[in-house]
């Protein structure tokens, strides 16, 4: 009964998706006009292929935006290296992915942008590229690219599986719990990013022989820096020299009220205070800077390239990709996305990598995890506040005292190295065994 109900709603998605096509053709347009589709490529969320498929078996990854395609990379890096006859396709949904990821994959991977989830957007795809299998990274469960995969025989796999609270609700809904079920049996891998992850797939009716652990996969932090980068980092590292420093990162609208108030009332005791602030969108960051220059304050933009001198107190980094370098020279990493209601959190393991003494706000999402694992490890790798006095009072403690923000530093990068040790090899190994080896024998 349960599969015929969730065949019938899957049935109303299809059509629907069919009727709306227009529609999100219509929108896909607006959305290259604005600048948020790539001007070029932008076919390539239709379906249109702008590269021929290569001869061979073929392996297609697919993460919806930066965060989740950087958490593939390490993966896709042993797949490589275990299976060199693959062709690997990577896909991202978002152009700001796209910008990133690009650089960062190995030679030879073919990167598209992913087709929406519309019968003739999916069924382009699948015709032209023909994979072999799909793995899908964390939450991309999308209806028509589930089954029609499935009726293609094409096997696919879910890793580093998440469902947020609100998600899971909303499936698990009665309207709804059918055709999640539905989609989800037809898995043959499901690798959650925790134990509560797991439960949640299992009370979708996931088949619990499909559902494996690894841990997660944005423990593990790419250690690859360009000359060019390494130079600017280099450059900025000397500027930052001899003066008190913190960064706020991934910062979301709303957010930077906080940061900017706290910032006013530890300049007061640190006169020489350097605040560097990096929004989770650049144009953002342009926003902040602009407002800070109007009030007269001592601001720096790193896209026009400012420098830090004497008087510039605020550095606003309007940037994509640099986040991971930029920790390697604060000694006290602010995590954003956590201080407003609603917010989910953003990784805490880049900055504990890198050595910094982390802190983040009480909105943590499913971050939660992966905060608690690195709080078991040892107490001091995460320090959660509650809000903007909390945080003033932890960063105070951590200017004035040296040994206790060593103790916090070190503690982070213990914990995110012990967490991290043997993620990559363990979900090769479950997508090669339960994936690879019975689709490419």
Same mark, same amino acid.
């Given at each position: 009964?349960?599969?015929?109900?969730?065949?019938?709603?899957?049935?109303?998605?299809?059509?629907?998706?069919?009727?709306?096509?227009?529609?999100?053709?219509?929108?896909?347009?607006?959305?290259?006009?604005?600048?948020?589709?790539?001007?070029?490529?932008?076919?390539?969320?239709?379906?249109?292929?702008?590269?021929?498929?290569?001869?061979?078996?073929?392996?297609?990854?697919?993460?919806?935006?930066?965060?989740?395609?950087?958490?593939?990379?390490?993966?896709?890096?042993?797949?490589?290296?275990?299976?060199?006859?693959?062709?690997?396709?990577?896909?991202?949904?978002?152009?700001?992915?796209?910008?990133?990821?690009?650089?960062?994959?190995?030679?030879?991977?073919?990167?598209?942008?992913?087709?929406?989830?519309?019968?003739?957007?999916?069924?382009?795809?699948?015709?032209?590229? &023909?994979?072999?299998?799909?793995?899908?990274?964390?939450?991309?469960?999308?209806?028509?690219?589930?089954?029609?995969?499935?009726? &293609?025989?094409?096997?696919?796999?879910?890793?580093?599986?998440?469902?947020?609270?609100?998600?899971?609700?909303?499936?698990?809904?009665?309207?709804?719990?059918?055709?999640?079920?539905?989609?989800?049996?037809?898995?043959?891998?499901?690798?959650?990013?925790?134990?509560?992850?797991?439960?949640?797939?299992?009370?979708?009716?996931?088949?619990?022989?499909?559902?494996?652990?690894?841990?997660?996969?944005?423990?593990?932090?790419?250690?690859?820096?360009?000359?060019?980068?390494?130079?600017?980092?280099?450059?900025?590292?000397?500027?930052?020299?001899?003066?008190?420093?913190?960064?706020?990162?991934?910062?979301?609208?709303?957010?930077?009220?906080?940061?900017?108030?706290?910032?006013?009332?530890?300049? &007061?005791?640190?006169?020489?205070?350097?605040?560097?602030?990096?929004?989770?969108?650049?144009?953002?960051?342009?926003?902040?800077?602009?407002?800070?220059?109007?009030?007269?304050?001592?601001?720096?933009?790193?896209?026009?390239?400012? &420098?830090?001198?004497?008087?510039?107190?605020?550095?606003?980094?309007?940037?994509?990709?640099?986040?991971?370098?930029?920790?390697?020279?604060?000694?006290?990493?602010?995590?954003?996305?956590?201080?407003?209601?609603?917010?989910?959190?953003?990784?805490?393991?880049?900055?504990?990598?890198?050595?910094?003494?982390?802190?983040?706000?009480?909105?943590?999402?499913?971050?939660?995890?992966?905060?608690?694992?690195?709080?078991?490890?040892?107490?001091?790798?995460?320090?959660?506040?509650?809000?903007?006095?909390?945080?003033?009072?932890?960063?105070?403690?951590?200017?004035?005292?040296?040994?206790?923000?060593?103790?916090?530093?070190?503690?982070?990068?213990?914990?995110?190295?012990?967490?991290?040790?043997?993620?990559?090899?363990?979900?090769?190994?479950?997508?090669?065994?339960?994936?690879?080896?019975?689709?490419?024998?």
């Amino acid at each position: 009964m349960a599969a015929t109900t969730g065949k019938l709603i899957y049935t109303i998605y299809r059509a629907l998706s069919y009727g709306l096509s227009p529609l999100l053709y219509l929108h896909l347009r607006w959305r290259k006009n604005r600048g948020l589709e790539h001007p070029l490529r932008w076919p390539e969320r239709l379906g249109h292929a702008s590269l021929p498929r290569p001869q061979g078996p073929l392996l297609w990854f697919h993460a919806v935006s930066l965060g989740e395609g950087v958490a593939a990379i390490p993966v896709i890096k042993e797949c490589i290296r275990k299976r060199p006859e693959l062709t690997i396709l990577m896909t991202t949904t978002t152009a700001s992915a796209f910008e990133v990821i690009k650089n960062r994959l190995p030679n030879g991977v073919i990167y598209q942008f992913a087709p929406i989830d519309t019968p003739n957007a999916m069924d382009a795809f699948l015709g032209h590229w &023909k994979p072999n299998a799909i793995v899908l990274i964390e939450s991309e469960l999308w209806p028509n690219l589930i089954m029609d995969a499935s009726r &293609k025989g094409i096997v696919l796999a879910l890793i580093n599986a998440r469902m947020s609270t609100k998600s899971f609700k909303r499936w698990s809904s009665p309207w709804l719990l059918p055709v999640i079920s539905l989609m989800l049996s037809k898995f043959s891998l499901i690798i959650p990013l925790s134990t509560m992850q797991a439960i949640n797939f299992q009370l979708l009716l996931a088949p619990p022989s499909i559902i494996n652990s690894s841990g997660d996969l944005k423990f593990v932090v790419e250690d690859f820096v360009s000359e060019g980068e390494l130079r600017t980092i280099e450059d900025l590292k000397v500027q930052l020299a001899h003066r008190p420093v913190w960064m706020a990162s991934s910062i979301h609208k709303g957010e930077e009220e906080v940061i900017l108030a706290v910032h006013k009332v530890l300049i &007061k005791v640190h006169p020489d205070l350097v605040t560097i602030i990096v929004p989770r969108h650049p144009e953002h960051g342009q926003e902040i800077a602009y407002k800070l220059q109007k009030e007269g304050q001592g601001v720096a933009l790193r896209s026009q390239g400012d &420098k830090i001198i004497s008087g510039t107190n605020i550095y606003v980094v309007d940037t994509l990709g640099e986040l991971r370098h930029l920790y390697r020279i604060t000694p006290i990493a602010v995590i954003g996305g956590s201080f407003l209601p609603g917010f989910t959190g953003h990784n805490i393991s880049e900055a504990g990598a890198a050595g910094c003494a982390v802190l983040t706000g009480p909105h943590v999402g499913h971050f939660s995890c992966m905060m608690s694992e690195m709080q078991q490890f040892n107490p001091l790798s995460v320090l959660q506040v509650s809000g903007k006095l909390e945080l003033e009072e932890a960063l105070e403690v951590l200017f004035r005292d040296n040994k206790v923000l060593e103790a916090r530093r070190e503690a982070a990068k213990q914990a995110y190295h012990s967490l991290s040790s043997g993620i990559v090899t363990r979900v090769w190994d479950l997508l090669d065994s339960k994936l690879l080896k019975h689709t490419l024998s």
